[in-house]
């Protein structure tokens, strides 16, 4: 079973501080892991993902997040806060399976809503 | 690419309705998942479906369905609704090697 903690289910930056948003997962095998973020009344839009390879990965609008297995974390950060970034994230976890093995379910966060002050 | 639809975005039904949503993948996409988000539950997994087959359910009683078409279109039945099922119902739809799932903007049912 997989499981996905993120800390903090309120974040408050002033615009052009630092944004780190937390997220530690369990998992009994390494998992492929995403960050999404969701504006008020629409879906999920993927920022980035960890699959293979490099640790530190490179989202969109200037987001990153580094996969580190020793601690299980998976912390979402952006230098610079823009108020255009205040809205929901969420941390998922799946697993590492061929696409037709039904068993892409995402385990999500219960989610980090980011305020931005100005 | 357009990407996942949903229709309709918002639904209004009664105690003891049933209810059919409908979701369009990413054309070539051909796994679609469905997902619950409530305030006070977050996002739960539905279920998932490849190739017109239900490959995996969450936890969710029967009263839950769907199917998915030879065109990968998917849609989810709610029958007997109870108040509460009033949630946001977002479709994903997946692709490839890394699991990525694209979603739609969601159906907003609410009961009364």
């Known amino acids: 079973a997989q499981s996905v903690t993120q800390l903090g289910s309120h974040v408050s930056v002033s615009e052009g501080a630092l944004v780190l948003l937390r997220c530690n997962y369990s998992?009994?095998?390494?998992?492929?892991l995403f960050w999404y973020v969701q504006y008020p009344n629409q879906g999920l839009q993927l920022l980035l993902k960890?699959?293979?390879?490099?640790?530190l990965v490179k989202g969109i609008n200037g987001f990153e997040a580094e996969f580190k297995k020793s601690e299980t974390s998976f912390h979402l950060t952006k230098p610079s806060a823009h108020m255009s970034d205040a809205a929901e994230y969420f941390c998922?976890?799946?697993?590492?399976?061929?696409?037709?093995?039904?068993?892409?379910?995402?385990?999500f966060g219960s989610g980090t809503r980011l305020q931005v002050q100005p | 690419k357009a990407g996942v639809t949903q229709t309709p975005r918002y639904l209004i039904k009664t105690r003891g309705q049933q209810v059919t949503l409908s979701c369009s993948p990413i054309?070539?996409?051909?796994?679609v998942s469905w997902y619950q988000q409530t305030p006070g539950q977050g996002l739960q997994f539905l279920f998932e479906?490849?190739?017109?087959?239900?490959?995996n359910k969450g936890n969710f009683p029967g009263r839950f369905s769907g199917r998915q078409f030879s065109n990968s279109r998917s849609e989810m039945n709610v029958s007997t609704l109870e108040l509460g099922d009033s949630a946001l119902y977002l479709c994903?739809?997946?692709?490839?090697?890394?699991?990525?799932?694209?979603f739609g903007p969601g159906t907003r049912l609410t009961v009364l």
């Open positions: 994903a739809s997946s692709w490839g090697t890394y699991n990525e799932q694209f």
């Open positions: 998992s009994s095998v390494p998992p492929y």
């Open positions: 960890y699959t293979t390879g490099a640790t």
């Open positions: 998922a976890v799946t697993m590492r399976t061929p696409m037709d093995t039904g068993r892409r379910a995402l385990t």
């Open positions: 054309s070539g996409h051909r796994s």
């Open positions: 479906y490849f190739s017109e087959t239900q490959r």
